[in-house]
């Protein structure tokens, strides 16, 4: 049997090592780019991992889907050879007053490191404070293709500035982000829209949960066979975020009455919600929190779910054992989603069921994901990670278009295999 194991053995080298080593300069065959999501366990947030510069630095990024940038951490040792400032005075350089970086005698040439450099301000959700970085090209390095030198990413040298951990609150591991918000030339489904012909500036996100692996497809995506519902995106709260009204929030197919006065309200009273990849868990605002955690508690105890002491940061948590093994017992949530000042959309329902309105804890005890944004809180509703997780969800800047799919792992699915979708 010596011969056949070795004539496969080559037939593997030759058809499945050969073609990732040859880093490929044509957008693939298959119309998109795909990037692995990961997630880690103890912080339920998701990232990915891509390469940049020469040498190649392989680096974990926190996907943020209200970024502008593609930014990294070039601090302490990093260095590249690729690497091109952008000056300050160019047209890439973003204005309307674009702002100066220099870096003091002394200090040897760098990433983070040069003179007359463009500086943008980034954003991490979890810092108090803020700070920027420099905008470059470099190599950007994808499973399926190495992107050309004339790619915008963003590097800011943490090192120059120690008392601020600009990586606060991300992913374990991560080194910065990879910015997927609306209208912004920086992102990589923008660059590479504008540099591959006929890809559109589209991204399908399948956010996996706990051990899992999930995927992000940029331009194209692969077909699949699970229904999608559409909703429009709704430009008049934010130019980056992505917003959709909430025309009302159900539970149990009740509607939740709250008091929307103070909110950010539109005219026909529908509230801002906006989604967030890098908050783990559903944020809402005390005014939607508190009528919405009451009606929850109140359908959980028509199907006997047992209440036990609650796990911060959640107000609410049961006994797993009153759930059930595939928590059928758990008070389906559905927001309504509308967007009717497009004319294509009635009412959308987005639905929530036990696998995602609920979160071990710990062995036994399940709380409900959603935290109260207190008096901070902006949104009515800030859709995290966890409510995110385990759908097709596709956003379409040429269309202006959000299409969702229903939890996956209610029909027995998961992100891994897209194929399967
Ligand atoms: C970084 O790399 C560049 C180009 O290879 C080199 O000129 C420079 O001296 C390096 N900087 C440091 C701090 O090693
Ligand atoms: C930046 O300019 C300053 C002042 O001219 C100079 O001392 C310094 O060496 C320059 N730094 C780099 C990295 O070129
Ligand atoms: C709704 O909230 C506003 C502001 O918080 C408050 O002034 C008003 O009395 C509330 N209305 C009701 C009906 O509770
Ligand atoms: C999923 O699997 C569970 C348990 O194996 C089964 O009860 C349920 O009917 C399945 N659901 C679908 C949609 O196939």
Request: hydrophobic letters at 35%; proline letters at 8%; glycine letters at 8%.
């Amino acid at each position: 049997m010596a011969t056949p194991t070795c004539v496969l053995y080559f037939c593997v080298l030759v058809f499945f090592v050969s073609p990732s080593l040859s880093a490929s300069n044509e957008f693939p065959k298959t119309g998109y780019i795909s990037l692995p999501i990961n997630i880690d366990p103890t912080t339920h947030q998701h990232f990915t991992s891509i390469g940049i510069g020469t040498p190649r630095h392989n680096m974990n990024l926190a996907i943020d889907i209200s970024g502008s940038y593609l930014w990294y951490d070039c601090g302490g040792n990093y260095n590249s050879s690729s690497y091109n400032p952008v000056l300050w005075d160019s047209p890439q350089c973003p204005g309307p007053e674009p702002f100066q970086s220099n870096c003091d005698a002394g200090f040897p040439f760098k990433p983070g490191c040069t003179n007359n450099t463009c500086n943008v301000a980034l954003d991490n959700p979890f810092a108090d404070f803020g700070f920027g970085g420099d905008l470059g090209h470099d190599f950007l390095f994808t499973p399926q293709i190495k992107l050309p030198q004339t790619f915008f990413s963003v590097c800011s040298e943490s090192s120059r500035f120690p008392q601020l951990p600009i990586l606060v609150g991300l992913p374990k591991g991560t080194k910065g982000s990879l910015g997927l918000a609306r209208q912004s030339p920086f992102t990589l489904q923008s660059q590479i829209s504008s540099s591959f012909n006929n890809v559109p500036p589209k991204f399908t996100l399948c956010l996996p949960s706990s051990g899992k692996k999930g995927h992000l497809f940029i331009g194209g995506r692969p077909t699949f066979s699970t229904p999608l519902s559409q909703i429009g995106f709704d430009s008049r709260y934010s130019n980056y975020d992505y917003f959709f009204h909430l025309n009302s929030i159900h539970i149990n197919h009740k509607p939740v009455q709250f008091n929307t006065s103070g909110l950010s309200v539109d005219l026909n009273d529908n509230v801002g919600t906006k989604i967030s990849t890098l908050h783990p868990f559903t944020v809402l605002h005390p005014q939607v929190y508190q009528p919405f955690v009451k009606a929850f508690v109140k359908a959980a105890k028509t199907k006997n779910m047992k209440r036990v002491k609650k796990v911060h940061p959640f107000g609410t948590c049961y006994d797993a054992t009153t759930v059930g093994d595939h928590r059928e017992a758990v008070p389906a949530i559905d927001l309504v989603l509308e967007a009717e000042e497009l004319g294509r959309f009635g009412k959308v329902s987005y639905e929530i069921y036990g696998h995602d309105s609920l979160v071990e804890v710990k062995k036994g005890v399940l709380c409900l994901a959603f935290v109260n944004g207190g008096i901070r809180a902006l949104d009515a509703v800030l859709l995290g990670a966890h409510q995110l997780k385990d759908r097709i969800l596709v956003f379409d800047e040429s269309t202006s278009i959000i299409s969702f799919s229903s939890s996956l792992v209610h029909q027995n699915k998961t992100c891994l295999d897209p194929t399967s979708l």
